[in-house]
Every structure is written in structure tokens, then in C-alpha cells.
């Protein structure tokens, strides 16, 4: 059982594209995170939400907490976009999804 | 800007060796995690530590053991490397706090291979 679930697994999208990532999630949560991590491994923190909308450049991340979803957008995508996006919450402790793989293409 | 530095890229050992990776932190942050990633688990815990001298045990600790004797530094030991230990490890650390939802901050990560 999965605490967090994101869709989809993979995305390829043309250059210029919007995104959107979802993620859901079964368990009370204190915070919810975007995570981006790049081929090579680092992660790097995009967003910590806990209601309503967060938006930083092309990336804005939504959270419904009622129907207990969030989604990640990305608009006009960029081969530099590319990378593995990954939803987590903090509970009593860190869940996270499986992540997102996307692939941006020129 | 919080450095999680974790001291090797990528690492090449044999199986049977005890292993350490060590994750160093600059920002005085209480807490520190140690995870493995692999593809199509995300992210799993192996420990995790609130403080100086303390442990706690995550999803899957088995085969490993930590240390946590400074503030600033946790390490991760394979005390006899197998090679279903072969993986991307990745340390984190955060601000003490743990009901309010603090971000974790990662280090680039070290690729294990247990050959």
C-alpha cells in the first residue's frame, strides 16, 4: 500500500507544453512537497505547501486538501525541464510517490 | 543556502565488506535521514535521527546500522555489503521540528554497486 501515489509514471511532452503532474495521498499530512531531482541524483525542494496555490516562474503547485490531491503544472515546458518530479508528504513521517519521469523534447 | 555534502559520488565494493557513507551537514539541523532509491520504489528510510547520539529505525534498516556522534555528521554502514545493497543512497537533513512540516534538504547522492 502506497501512501503516496503520483500519475504518470512517465510523460514526454514537446518543448512549449503544458504539464501537469498529479499526486494523491491517504494519510493526514502537516505539508506537502514537490520534489526535482536530475539525472546524476541530487534533489532539490520545489515547493512545501499546506493549502491552497504556490507559483515560482513556469511551476505553479496546487493542493486540494479535502479531496486529499495535488497537482504540479509546468507551463511552456523546456528540454531543461527535463527530470523526475517527486510528490511527498510529512505526516508522522515522510511518504513519498514513486515520482515522474519527464522528458521535454525540442 | 543548507549543503548536505554526502562523500562519495559513486562507490564500488565487494560483497562482504563493511561499507561507510558519510553525510555531513552545515546548517545545525537536528534531524538527519538516510535513504535508498530504486526504480519503481521511490524513496525508501533506512534510519533516521532526531538529535546527537540518537537512532531510530525506518522502513527497511536491515543490513544496516548508522552513526550519529557529532551534529553535523550521520553515517551509513553496510556492515557486510550484498548485492542487493547496490543502489542510490541519499542523505537528508532538516530543522527539528517535526510536527510543522519542515523541507528536507538532500545531498547529490552516492551510487553504490555491490559487485
Known amino acids: 500500500k502506497n501512501e503516496v501515489e503520483q500519475s504518470p509514471q512517465n510523460l514526454t511532452a514537446q518543448e512549449g507544453e503544458f504539464i501537469t503532474i498529479n499526486c494523491s495521498y491517504s494519510?493526514?499530512?502537516?505539508?506537502l512537497h514537490w520534489l526535482q531531482q536530475h539525472p546524476g541524483g541530487g534533489i532539490v525542494s520545489l515547493f512545501m505547501?499546506?493549502?491552497g496555490k504556490k507559483k515560482h516562474g513556469r511551476l505553479i503547485a496546487t493542493i486540494n486538501i479535502q479531496e486529499k490531491h495535488s497537482s504540479l503544472h509546468i507551463t511552456a515546458s523546456h528540454p531543461r525541464d527535463s527530470a523526475v518530479y517527486i510528490c511527498?508528504?510529512?505526516?508522522?513521517?515522510?511518504?513519498f510517490g514513486t515520482g515522474t519521469s519527464l522528458t521535454v523534447i525540442p | 543556502d543548507v549543503k548536505v555534502t554526502q562523500s562519495s559520488r559513486y562507490l564500488v565494493k565487494r560483497t562482504g565488506e563493511k561499507v561507510f557513507l558519510e553525510c555531513v551537514q552545515d546548517?545545525?539541523?537536528?534531524?538527519m535521514f538516510w535513504y535508498r532509491q530504486d526504480p519503481g520504489l521511490g524513496l525508501r528510510l533506512i534510519y533516521f535521527?532526531?538529535?546527537?547520539?540518537?537512532?531510530e529505525k525506518g522502513d527497511i534498516p536491515e543490513g544496516y546500522s548508522v552513526s550519529r556522534e557529532k551534529k553535523e555528521r550521520f553515517s551509513l554502514i553496510l556492515e557486510s555489503a550484498s548485492t542487493n545493497q547496490t543502489s542510490m543512497y541519499l542523505c537528508?537533513?532538516?530543522?527539528?521540528?517535526?510536527?510543522?512540516?519542515?523541507?528536507?534538504?538532500f545531498g547529490d547522492g552516492t551510487r553504490l554497486s555491490i559487485l
Open positions: 537528508a537533513s532538516r530543522r527539528g521540528d517535526r510536527g510543522l512540516g519542515q523541507p528536507q534538504h
Open positions: 494519510v493526514g499530512i502537516s505539508a
Open positions: 505547501l499546506s493549502s
Open positions: 511527498a508528504v510529512s505526516s508522522n513521517q515522510f511518504y
Open positions: 546548517m545545525d539541523h537536528e534531524n
Open positions: 535521527s532526531y538529535d546527537v547520539k540518537m537512532k
